[in-house]
């Protein structure tokens, strides 16, 4: 049943509830809410950089979805931020979404960049869960640009987390984002969410205080929803910096050279993965 179908200036939202009684947003023509295959990636991307920081007390989120992230977080973190450029999306979670699911959030309607660029405060960790990077007003929230102005955005200690479709990319693709991560944050770790083939990106530019084992026992202590989070580790810190050292010839993706916006769609359109 179609709970909302509205046009705005951001792009059409479209909102309705699954089989499994998910909600389910179509922003622009794309999947953007949330589903069974989902879920364990929206919490993780809650969860993972919360449980990779010592004692966060404030957190944004980069786009709302159906809400599952921002949920999971307010959890456990008080002092809620959120950024979504389309106010339709923020409409369709406030009605359908969880009841209160933003109450107490400090909402801004506005694309990422101009809101961290613009902001006066600083955040313990970011999370960013944009819509796919099949065009320039997403693709450059993957950029080694944006991810210079999110990592002077964190406070001291700070935990940037990144999503990526690996779904959707080569390898040579996923090669590329680590390493323009990686050459902004001087500690990452990606983490591969088994069941959606989705990646994880958590980078700090200090040494994180818990190691790998500890930050999964960490998660699992966070999760509240009742959902197994099966996630594994792809690479740790040291093997992210020695994997950027022995790949000299690996490119950036930068905002004047964006080529995993070029990418991600003949990709999409091709079935090359």
């Known amino acids: ?6 046009d705005f200036m951001e792009g059409r939202v479209k909102a309705w509830r699954d089989r499994d009684r998910f909600l389910v947003l179509q922003v622009g023509g794309k999947i953007e809410g949330s589903s069974f295959i989902d879920m364990v990636n929206t919490l993780l991307l809650a969860y993972l950089p919360i449980a990779s920081h010592e004692n966060p007390k404030s957190f944004l989120t980069i786009g709302l979805g159906a809400g599952v992230t921002l949920n999971a977080a307010k959890q456990h973190i008080n002092d809620m931020h959120l950024v979504e450029i389309n106010r339709g999306v923020i ?3 406030e009605k359908f979404g969880p009841p209160g699911i ?38 450059n929230l993957f950029t080694k640009e944006f991810y210079e102005i999110a990592a002077a955005s964190l406070n001291s200690g700070g935990v940037f987390c990144q999503w990526l479709p690996y779904y959707q990319l080569t390898d040579s693709d996923v090669g590329m984002m680590v390493k323009t991560f990686g050459s902004v944050f001087d500690y990452v770790y990606v983490w591969a969410v088994k069941h959606s083939l989705d990646l994880l990106l958590i980078g700090s530019n200090e040494p994180f205080r818990f190691g790998t084992e500890e930050i999964m026992e960490r998660v699992y202590r966070l999760n509240t929803s009742g959902y197994p989070l099966v ?4 690479k740790d810190p040291w093997q992210t910096r020695k994997f950027i050292q022995n790949n000299p010839d690996i490119p950036f993706n930068t ?3 964006p080529l995993l916006e070029f990418h991600a769609a003949k990709n999409l359109l091709t079935g090359v993965f």
């Open 102 to 139: 933003l109450d107490d959030v400090q909402i801004s309607i506005n694309d990422a960049r101009n809101f961290l660029l613009l902001a006066d405060k600083k955040f313990d960790i970011i999370s960013s869960e944009p819509s796919y990077p099949t065009e320039s007003s997403v693709g």
């Open 1 to 6: 049943v179609v709970l909302m179908d509205k």
């Open 255 to 257: 905002d004047d050279r």
């Open 231 to 234: 996630f594994v580790l792809s």
């Open 91 to 93: 409409e369709a979670v």
